[in-house]
């Protein structure tokens, strides 16, 4: 059962590898540590690549997730100038939960937040974790669904592509 459901993830983030192929990060907006709207389209087009991760705090992948990216994160933003920013879908009631939960673990990201779940209504998500990884000009390099043990080199692999 272990082998298939690894199986089931790899060919997963194979398959959204592919068919993500330098199409632009669609229109959508969230909010910002301030409360501030950030379109995230607009954002992701800095110059720098950056990871954009959706999740909650209930979400045990997202965590793991989150938590792989912690050991990779200082590396990879000095190596390639990597940005990871995180968008939490949990409600309203539960924002600053996940603020103290990414404090709490170490997550120093770029923290935002989707507390109406728009951006998943409006690109049609279905599930976390919701992970894009998009050049500095807003071109999708790869998208992840959900967390494998291989997630990191992945990643590494595609950044060493830009």
Not at 116 to 126: G, H, I, T
Request: glycine fraction near 6%; charge should be negative.
């Amino acid at each position: 059962m272990t082998y298939l459901r690894y199986a089931i993830l790899l060919l997963t983030l194979l398959i959204s590898s592919l068919i993500t192929a330098q199409e632009s990060f669609p229109e959508a907006t969230v909010m910002n540590e301030k409360g501030e709207s950030v379109a995230l389209h607009e954002y992701v087009k800095s110059g720098t690549p950056k990871i954009i991760s959706l999740w909650a705090t209930w979400c045990g992948p997202c965590r793991m997730e989150l938590n792989g990216l912690k050991n990779v994160a200082d590396e990879w933003e000095e190596k390639y100038g990597l940005e990871i920013v995180t968008v939490s879908v949990d409600v309203p009631a539960m924002v600053n939960r996940a603020r103290k939960m990414a404090e709490t673990n170490g997550w120093d990201y770029t923290f935002m937040h989707d507390a109406d779940q728009k951006l998943m209504a409006d690109l049609n998500l279905n599930s976390i974790p919701h992970s894009w990884l998009v050049d500095g000009n807003g071109k999708i390099i790869s998208v992840m669904v959900g967390y494998s043990a291989n997630y990191e080199q992945h990643l590494e692999r595609k950044l060493k592509s830009l």
